[in-house]
């Protein structure tokens, strides 16, 4: 059983900063692809940031680069995802999913789900 759980989300100025994180309980934390996703209010679910297995790639959506960073701590099962300069477009439920394999951005590619966490940005 895989569980994961996010956290990090609240309210934020434009212009600031914010970190989430994602904590995946069950085996194999390691050999997972992980990814955030976010869906605002009546817009379907939107690709945020992956990161392979072992760190070494990464890909964002033009949305979010430069802007966002990802990140992984396999000792701690922890996923992390860096907001800065955020902007009142970016306010979403963040969703954290997990899969294995390689890189893709296709929601559908991805077997494990958190519940979301709620950023909004105020302008």
């Known amino acids: 059983q895989v569980q994961l759980v996010e956290s990090g989300g609240g309210l934020v100025q434009a212009g600031g900063s914010l970190r989430l994180s994602c904590v995946v309980s069950?085996?194999?934390?390691?050999?997972?692809?992980m990814a955030w996703w976010r869906q605002a209010p009546g817009t379907e679910r939107e690709f945020v940031a992956a990161?392979?297995?072992?760190?070494?790639?990464?890909r964002y959506s033009d949305s979010v680069k430069g802007r966002f960073t990802i990140s992984r701590d396999n000792a701690e099962s922890t996923v992390t995802l860096q907001l800065s300069s955020v902007k009142p477009e970016d306010t979403a439920v963040y969703y954290c999913?997990?899969?294995?394999?390689?890189?893709?951005?296709?929601?559908?590619?991805?077997?494990?789900w958190g519940q979301g966490t709620q950023v909004t940005v105020s302008s």
């Open positions: 999913a997990a899969r294995y394999g390689t890189v893709v951005t296709r929601t559908s590619a991805y077997s494990f």
């Open positions: 990161i392979a297995r072992t760190g070494d790639d990464t």
């Open positions: 069950g085996r194999s934390f390691s050999t997972r692809v």
